[in-house]
Nanobody, 118 residues
């Protein structure tokens, strides 16, 4: 049973930093890419960052240079280090594991709220 559990969200001031964690279980962690998505209230879900099995990464333009995604295979955990936070970063952040079966079969965590105050 695939399980993704996010943690680390909270309140932070503009310009501050926060690190999110996603602890995974139920699959061969080191064989999969993992993504972070976010969804602000009233807005569409937005892809944020991706880390591949080999550790290489991709970022959305909106967070590039400020956020860092990484993984610790021994801990089956993926992280999102967020620096220079802006109010527009306020959202629920979700960890996602893609599925070879297609988008409808992707796995999602429960989400963790990040609120950046101005």
């Amino acid at each position: 049973q695939v399980q993704l559990v996010e943690s680390g969200g909270g309140l932070v001031q503009t310009g501050g930093s926060l690190t999110l964690s996603c602890t995974a279980s139920g699959f061969t962690f080191n064989a999969y890419a993992l993504n972070w998505y976010r969804q602000a209230l009233g807005k569409e879900r937005e892809w944020v960052a991706q880390v591949f099995a080999d550790g290489s990464t991709n970022y959305a333009d909106s967070v590039k240079g400020r956020f860092t995604i990484s993984r610790d295979n021994a801990k089956t955990t993926v992280y999102l280090q967020m620096n220079s936070l802006k109010p527009e970063d306020t959202a629920v952040y979700y960890c996602q594991r893609p599925s070879r079966g297609g988008a409808a079969y992707a796995y999602w965590g429960q989400g963790t709220q990040v609120t950046v105050s101005s």
